[in-house]
């Protein structure tokens, strides 16, 4: 199992993962993995490598969140100069991304997954519908769904994001 699903995971961690740390959450992902596949259900309604993805980005996001700094404000009239420039930016990137996984949560699972997959993962859609043993055409409406629904509701945030900021992708 480990070794068909090593690339398809080792590409999510370098795409979603902390750069610095690669090889030590990939090592902590397959523990993660081999502990949870005791409840992946085989004659359930999703394949083995598309449970693995879904584990996978669920842990990855859990690690994000985890290492996510806590903003504090600062009372008492203390106005300290921003040390970096554009920190109002990207406290701002941060903030629409934050919205952007939340929104991404608020999606059906098929949606989401398929969003997640081709648009964050970089996976190939034609790969992804072989993996789940669907029809591309099946693939690319969930795609077109998911995207609509985004677009609906951060349309107003995405015009208002900072340059360089999070983008959704259209492939």
Same mark, same amino acid.
Request: aromatic letters at 4%.
């Given at each position: 199992? /480990?070794?068909? @699903?090593? &690339? @398809?995971?080792?590409?999510?961690?370098?795409? @979603?993962?902390?750069?610095?740390? %690669?090889?030590? $959450?990939?090592?902590? /992902?397959?523990a993660h993995l081999?502990?949870?596949? &005791?409840?992946?259900?085989?004659?359930? &309604?999703? !394949?083995?490598?598309?449970? %693995?993805? +879904?584990?996978? $980005?669920?842990w990855l996001l859990? !690690?994000?969140?985890r290492a996510a700094p806590t903003l504090v404000s600062i009372d008492g009239? #203390?106005?300290?100069?921003?040390? $970096?420039?554009?920190a109002q930016e990207l406290v701002e990137? !941060? $903030?629409?991304? %934050? @919205? #952007?996984? +939340?929104?991404l949560a608020r999606l059906p699972e098929d949606q989401r997954r398929v969003f997640e997959l081709t648009q964050l993962a970089g996976q190939p859609i034609a790969e992804l519908a072989a993996l789940?043993?669907? &029809?591309?055409?099946?693939?690319?409406?969930r795609l077109h769904r998911a995207r609509a629904q985004l677009v609906t509701r951060l349309g107003p945030l995405l015009d208002r994001a900072p340059e360089g900021g999070p983008h959704v992708a259209s492939r």
């Open positions: 199992m /480990l070794r068909a @699903l090593g &690339p @398809l995971v080792g590409s999510l961690v370098a795409k @979603l993962g902390a750069r610095r740390e %690669a090889e030590d $959450q990939l090592q902590e /992902l397959f081999l502990s949870v596949l &005791p409840r992946f259900d085989p004659d359930g &309604p999703a !394949q083995l490598t598309t449970w %693995a993805f +879904t584990v996978t $980005q669920r859990m !690690q994000k969140r009239g #203390l106005h300290l100069p921003s040390t $970096q420039p554009g990137g !941060q $903030q629409l991304a %934050a @919205l #952007l996984r +939340t929104e789940e043993g669907v &029809p591309v055409a099946t693939l690319k409406t």
